[in-house]
């Protein structure tokens, strides 16, 4: 069983950077980080696959960066340039398999979630 926490700030002023941490309890698999506006579907963001390669939404990639700390077990989020329309339930996932994926229902193990404003 895979357990994931997200932490970080619950509150961010626009035009600056979010920054997310998942701690995991292994970092033998792939991670995504994947949104939720309100009322709105869920939104892959980007992944760090098994062997530290990246990749990003293309609607993100200029803003989004994604790393990793295997030694502590954790990865984080960086967003830059926050506006409102960033405000969402932000969710760390993990999938087991071969391959990294860009689907949100690829993902086997999900964190609980954690709610992020943009507000001045």
């Known amino acids: 069983q895979v357990q994931l926490q997200e932490s970080g700030p619950g509150l961010v002023k626009p035009s600056q950077t979010l920054s997310l941490s998942c701690t995991v309890t292994?970092?033998?698999?792939?991670w995504s980080w994947i949104r939720q506006p309100p009322g709105k579907g869920l939104e892959w963001m980007g992944v760090?696959?098994?062997?530290?390669?990246?990749y990003y939404s293309p609607s993100l990639k200029s803003r989004t960066s994604t790393s990793r700390d295997t030694s502590k077990n954790q990865f984080s989020l960086q967003l830059s340039s926050v506006t409102p329309e960033d405000t969402a339930v932000y969710y760390c996932?993990?999938?087991?398999?071969?391959?990294?994926?860009?689907?949100?229902?690829?993902?086997?193990?999900w964190g609980q979630g954690t709610q992020v404003t943009v507000s001045s």
């Open positions: 760090i696959a098994y062997d530290g390669s990246t």
């Open positions: 996932a993990a999938r087991i398999s071969p391959r990294a994926s860009t689907v949100v229902d690829e993902y086997n193990y």
């Open positions: 292994t970092s033998s698999y792939h």
